[in-house]
């Protein structure tokens, strides 16, 4: 089976949920865990991170305003009964 590439029309996103320039421990977690090799060089472009992946982030990071972004986060994925959830990095 082929896989194709579909022209994108729309992007909706829902504020900022972390800062990859900004939140080292983060960005340490992504890259331990190979979640990082999703994004190009410049750490631009969709990454897809596990419910799980986000459960444990919460455990390491320490400034409140991004905890409460994931926090939010979760509770919008397990709503929706999600297993992951995609980010757009720019």
Known sequence: M???AH???EIFF???????WHD????DYLENNGLLEQLNTDMSGFI???V??????LNIVRDDNVR???RKDLEWA????KDYLLYYCF
Request: hydrophobic share 30%; net charge negative.
């Open 2 to 4: 082929s896989i194709r």
């Open 7 to 9: 022209r994108v029309k």
């Open 14 to 20: 829902d504020g900022e949920s972390f800062n990859l």
């Open 24 to 27: 080292q421990e983060i960005v």
């Open 48 to 50: 897809e991170i596990s």
């Open 52 to 57: 799980e992946d986000i459960e444990n982030m």
């Open 68 to 70: 409460d972004s994931l």
């Open 78 to 81: 397990k709503g929706q009964e």
